[in-house]
């Protein structure tokens, strides 16, 4: 089985995402399980079959520890990596294509703890792909786009993981904004010269020299639209998994 981890910044929509891409796969054909590693998700739309919250309590988290929320948030993302045989164990028990992980709100609690190099280790890194959620209410500006595109080669850096990137809830763009966002991405010079053309702010000199290092390091490529709403791009994702992991077969049943 491959492993897809969702990951983007907090309301990027990732669980929204999974939810969607989970019916999917289910009408398509794709047998996939779903893994909630969020501890403090109050609610999910979608059925988790491997639940996080079934080790790890927020809210003892923070009355152990004497912490409030954030600290706690912190403290429980570590404490993954103490499950991880727990839940690998679950989910070896499951027939299927692919595990669909559902990643904490806040990015870094996923990318940049140690714990969860310790938990992709666990589930197999060659049969790991990060899917990274670009929110489009962050990058609509020339320097929002790059600080995107900064974090999500940073998220990359950090696993060392194959990554597909995606520009998600599409449905709330117009065809303008969101055509000239998949230029930004696939054509750099594109990008460059809306960096030019904005107001000459210390941000968007920083965001000019971000560029330069982005571009330099070779992470400009391909982004795909996405939206939960309209399915728009799921059909995609799945294509994109495929060519990554099986060179774009349809994975057999033995």
Do not use: H
């Amino acid at each position: 089985m491959k492993f897809l981890f969702f990951v983007g910044t907090a309301g990027s929509g990732k669980s929204t995402l999974v939810g969607a891409f989970k019916q999917w796969c289910d009408d398509a054909g794709v047998d996939t399980v779903v893994v909630n590693m969020d501890p403090g998700a109050d609610a999910l739309p979608y059925s988790a079959d491997v639940d996080i919250r079934e080790w790890i309590s927020l809210d003892e988290v923070m009355k152990e520890y004497n912490l409030g929320p954030n600290g706690a948030q912190i403290v429980a993302a570590d404490l993954m990596a103490v499950n991880i045989n727990k839940m690998q164990d679950i989910i070896q028990g499951y027939d299927v294509d692919y595990v669909l992980v559902d990643t904490p709100g806040q990015l870094e609690l996923f990318a940049f703890r140690e714990s969860s190099n310790v938990l992709v280790d666990s589930f197999g890194r060659e049969d790991s792909l990060l899917i990274y959620l670009s929110d489009p209410s962050l990058c609509k500006s020339p320097n929002g786009f790059v600080t995107a595109m900064t974090l999500g080669a940073l998220a990359q850096f950090r696993l060392q993981l194959p990554m597909l990137n995606l520009l998600s809830k599409a449905d709330t763009l117009s065809e303008d904004d969101e055509q000239r966002m998949l230029d930004w991405y696939s054509v750099p010079d594109a990008l460059y010269g809306d960096l030019l053309d904005a107001d000459m702010n210390p941000e968007t000199v920083v965001g000019m020299e971000l560029f330069k290092a982005m571009e330099n390091t070779g992470v400009f490529g391909e982004i795909r639209s996405v939206s939960a709403e309209t399915n728009e791009g799921l059909e995609e994702i799945y294509a994109a998994a495929q060519l990554v992991f099986f060179g774009g077969e349809d994975t057999e049943k033995s």
